[in-house]
């Protein structure tokens, strides 16, 4: 079956504009997460989505925000970007119900804030 | 907040050897991770552990989860050069569906 889907692959972007990263999960899959990736923060969670609903959140400022449809897919949004959010920012998805189960990376979204 | 720490942070070993990578968590996880990361690619899981003390092999792969919850360990047998990569463990501390990520043991194999 396909696995994690981000789109896009690579965004250059510039300081003040925002951006909005789309992730299709895993078919059947109901639980989206994002991470954050710096060479220097390394893998830093940002926020978990379960059937439509945040479920967990990272310690980002909220500038970061996201969300589920119905159909599991799940965005995230950044706001006024900064330097510092150039990362590559990843999806991960799992079937989550009721247990804690194994989470399954799409390939990331490349950022680049100038 | 949560932490775990992997080591070690690095390591450059023969084609041929045997590697050993740990983790360790200031608090009890309920299921252990391990992934590795390639340039430009989103981490792929290698070994999902489930049980206190299991040891569950994947190829040339084995992992351990400790038995005081707190650590896990992976080895790799044999090591060929697409071994190349940034291994990760992870883990949702308990009661969570946070995962919490290493810092990465960073692979390097010389042919």
């Known amino acids: 079956k396909a696995g994690v889907t981000q789109t896009p692959r690579y965004l250059i972007k510039t300081r003040g504009q925002q951006v909005t990263l789309s992730c299709s999960p895993i078919s059947g899959h109901r639980s989206v997460s994002w991470y954050q990736q710096t060479p220097g923060q390394g893998l830093q969670f940002l926020f978990e989505?379960?059937?439509?609903?945040?479920?967990n959140k990272g310690n980002f400022p909220g500038r970061f925000s996201g969300r589920q449809f119905s159909n599991s897919r799940s965005e995230m949004n950044v706001s006024t970007l900064e330097l510092g959010d150039s990362a590559l920012y990843l999806c991960?998805?799992?079937?989550?119900?009721?247990?804690?189960?194994?989470?399954?990376f799409g390939q990331g979204t490349r950022l680049t804030v100038v | 907040g949560q932490q775990l720490n992997q080591s070690p942070q690095s390591m450059f070993i023969q084609e041929g050897e045997d590697v050993s990578m740990n983790c360790t968590s200031s608090?009890?996880?309920?299921?252990w991770l391990w992934y590795k990361q390639e340039p430009g690619e989103g981490p792929v899981l290698l070994i999902a552990?489930?049980?206190?003390?299991e040891l569950t092999s994947n190829g040339r792969l084995t992992a351990q989860f400790g038995i005081t919850r707190k650590d896990s360990f992976l080895n790799i047998s044999a090591s060929i050069p697409s071994d190349v990569g940034i291994y990760f463990c992870a883990g949702p501390p308990s009661g969570t569906y946070k995962y919490i990520f290493g810092t990465g043991t960073r692979l390097k194999v010389l042919a």
């Open positions: 989505y379960f059937s439509e609903t945040q479920r």
């Open positions: 608090s009890i996880f309920n299921t």
């Open positions: 991960a998805s799992s079937s989550a119900t009721g247990g804690v189960t194994e989470a399954f």
């Open positions: 552990l489930y049980k206190a003390g």
